[in-house]
């Protein structure tokens, strides 16, 4: 399973930025499902941290310090999850990464993308 993530750039401070991830490829030959969806970003020096998850029922887990800003949303027929960025501030910024965790043959496994770099300037 290969993920393509795009949309990252450089967004003045309350500007926004969208975010999308898209999932191919298959696992051993097989066709996946999708599972848990989600968004992750590191900032240097700093340990990745959550930012928002989407589960294949459409829950949704948001880190506290993007509620309200942040929107995660899913299209499972074009394999793709996607984060919408609201109000963006200077400390958002950070490498941001995909993870879905795909299922296939009743086993779950865990794939990542290559990042996408976010910067917000003051």
């Known amino acids: 399973v290969q993920l393509q993530a795009s949309g990252g750039g450089l967004v003045q401070a309350g500007g926004s930025l969208r975010l999308s991830c898209a999932a191919s490829?298959?696992?051993?030959?097989?066709?996946?499902?999708?599972?848990?969806m989600g968004w992750y970003r590191q900032a240097p020096g700093k340990q990745r941290e959550l930012v928002a998850e989407?589960?294949?029922?459409?829950?949704?887990n948001y880190a506290d310090f993007v509620k309200g800003r942040f929107t995660i949303s899913r299209d499972d027929a074009k394999k793709t999850v996607s984060l919408q960025m609201n109000s963006l501030k200077p400390e958002d910024t950070a490498v941001y990464y995909c993870?879905?965790?795909?299922?296939?043959?009743?086993?779950?496994?865990?794939?990542w993308g290559q990042g996408t770099q976010v910067t917000v300037s003051s």
């Open positions: 993870k879905v965790t795909a299922t296939a043959a009743y086993y779950d496994y865990d794939y």
């Open positions: 989407i589960s294949s029922g459409r829950s949704t």
């Open positions: 490829g298959s696992i051993s030959g097989i066709d996946f499902g999708l599972e848990t």
